[in-house]
């Protein structure tokens, strides 16, 4: 496109849209805030006054008339199908929000809609972007990884038990002050497609995956709802298409608001190791340690200097790589859409195996 700004809008413009997205597109000379889409009025104009959006609307339909060249879509996910597609076919490349959809056929279906568009698609996967899964991506594609992928464990915990069992809107260490989102946004499984899973362990996946290039194939899951409409925590032992095996642990833990110790602290840091065991080696991620090590029996043994906080969650990547792919530039896209729509399999089926007590086969 040519050097004019790149034209942005924002398809659910809520808690962490305000408090990431926005932010991170506002401090670039290259971008125009266009439109903003949300419910309720007040907040809206409370969103065009901070950010100078010019186009303020609670119809996303009215933003894609602006002639955006760019859109956010960060709403509930039961609505990330419609939107994003729309958005696409608007004529604009796209960064939708985790978890990507609720559906498998309708995230496989917007990843087929980008490429016959030729649009940009991308998720919000920012672990994807920092320097700790940089590093192991390095590792695995140029140092020779583990060989042969053979067994994936992932383990998650996070401060999400108030957003997933609120009933009024509950916040979580991301929210922006006034913006909690509404309840039905996690806690409806109509709307969620879930709690945990969908709402955290998308995030794990959206690593794992990356990093092996895996897909499932079986998944059995037992899921605890702790009396709530949605799951709190889930045990998953998936079957990838490779014959690989793998575990997936997820905990919602209560947010600092419950912390005995440190009531006034902010929640430290997510908890999310990876362990990747192949014919050649082993590879660890932990993000919370901001520790990685590869061990091959070639004999490599190679534990990586890292910078103070590599594992930390920050999400500036994808909006900038968004912004970057649409003005031209040649830069990676670490979250593309099929990535996504791996991930949507895996939380569907488990939740799909939790609720029937059997094994789900993943719906191609």
């Not at 949300?38 to 339909?61: C, M, N, Q, V, W």
């Not at 709402?199 to 990356?210: E, K």
């Not at 949605?230 to 014959?243: E, K, Q």
Request: net charge negative; proline share 5%; hydrophobic share 40%.
């Amino acid at each position: 496109m040519a050097s004019r700004n790149v034209r942005v809008g924002v398809i659910g413009a809520g808690s962490w849209a305000v408090s990431n997205h926005i932010p991170v597109l506002a401090q670039r000379d290259d971008v125009e805030l266009v439109s903003a889409v949300r419910k309720g009025r007040e907040a809206l104009e409370a969103i065009g006054s901070r950010f100078g959006f010019t186009h303020l609307s609670e119809d996303y339909r009215d933003a894609l008339e602006q002639g955006l060249d760019a859109v956010v879509v960060a709403s509930p996910s039961g609505m990330h199908h419609e939107h994003a597609k729309a958005a696409m076919e608007a004529g604009a490349n796209v960064l939708c929000e985790k978890p990507f959809t609720v559906d498998p056929a309708h995230a496989w279906d917007l990843h087929h809609t980008a490429d016959r568009l030729g649009r940009h698609l991308l998720l919000s996967f920012g672990w994807n972007y920092g320097p700790l899964a940089q590093e192991a991506k390095r590792l695995m594609d140029q140092e020779g990884g583990v060989g042969q992928v053979e067994h994936v464990m992932v383990a998650m915990a996070s401060g999400t038990r108030e957003l997933l069992t609120s009933t009024g809107g509950g916040g979580y260490e991301g929210s922006a002050e006034g913006f909690a989102p509404e309840a039905d946004t996690w806690t409806d499984p109509a709307m969620s497609g879930g709690g945990y899973a969908p709402a955290q362990i998308s995030h794990a996946m959206g690593l794992a995956m990356w990093l092996t290039d895996i897909r499932a194939q079986q998944v059995f899951a037992f899921m605890n709802n702790m009396g709530t409409a949605v799951d709190l925590h889930d045990a998953i032992s998936v079957r990838y298409t490779s014959g690989a095996t793998g575990s997936i642990s997820g905990a919602s833990c209560p947010g600092p608001a419950n912390a005995i110790d440190a009531p006034d602290e902010p929640w430290p840091r997510h908890q999310l190791q990876l362990r990747l065991y192949g014919s050649e080696g082993q590879l660890i991620v932990d993000l919370e340690r901001d520790f990685l090590w590869l061990y091959r029996n070639d004999g490599l043994d190679l534990k990586v200097e890292l910078p103070p906080s590599a594992g930390l969650y920050l999400c500036d990547g994808p909006p900038n790589t968004l912004v970057d792919l649409t003005a031209g530039r040649d830069v990676p896209n670490h979250s593309p859409a099929e990535l996504g729509a791996r991930t949507v399999e895996i939380v569907e089926a488990a939740v799909r195996s939790a609720t029937t007590g059997t094994i789900a086969q993943v719906q191609s």
